[in-house]
């Protein structure tokens, strides 16, 4: 895979994932506020709880999430990889503002815009690098 392409890749993944997690936080809180019943150690409400279509839907786009994540990480190190997807930090909040409409205080604003400005910090830094697949590594090990 060349350079350009394995970045375009990284690039998309990395999109994903910003809009899975954000998405998927979002359907399952807006799930479970709506869920009559309180959770508890007893695993049977969780149960039903799943059965919401809301719910659900966040259980889905948080799995799919992480296998996108997953896949992201192959092409890229860990190092680039958290401090980019703390976007969705900033995501998330906006998003429980507007449709949850939560309540965010300045001192949860400045603290999420600080996230966005350590993130803009680091993610330029660390750009991608080209994962060895193991058996190069091990040959170059010999």
């Known amino acids: 895979m060349s350079t350009r392409h394995r970045a375009a890749r990284t690039y998309q993944l990395l999109i994903l ?12 809180a ?4 709506h869920f009559s019943q ?13 059965l919401d279509p809301y719910v659900a839907a ?8 992480l296998l996108v994540r997953m896949a ?10 958290v401090p980019m ?3 969705g930090y900033i995501i ?7 449709f949850l409409q939560e309540n965010v205080s300045t001192e949860s604003w400045i603290g999420t815009v600080l996230v966005f ?8 830094t660390s750009r991608t690098s080209m994962v060895q697949p193991t058996s190069v590594v091990q040959n170059h090990n010999r």
């Open 17 to 28: 994932v910003l809009l899975l997690r954000p998405f998927g936080n979002l359907s399952l």
């Open 30 to 33: 807006w799930g479970m506020k």
């Open 38 to 50: 309180v959770m508890s150690l007893n695993p049977l409400p969780y149960l039903r709880a799943m």
């Open 58 to 65: 966040g259980i889905i786009l948080l799995v799919l999430s």
């Open 72 to 81: 992201l990480l192959s092409l890229a190190d860990l190092t680039y990889v």
């Open 85 to 87: 997807t703390a976007v």
């Open 92 to 98: 998330s909040t906006v998003l429980a503002r507007v």
């Open 117 to 124: 400005l350590g993130t803009a910090l680091v993610g330029p």
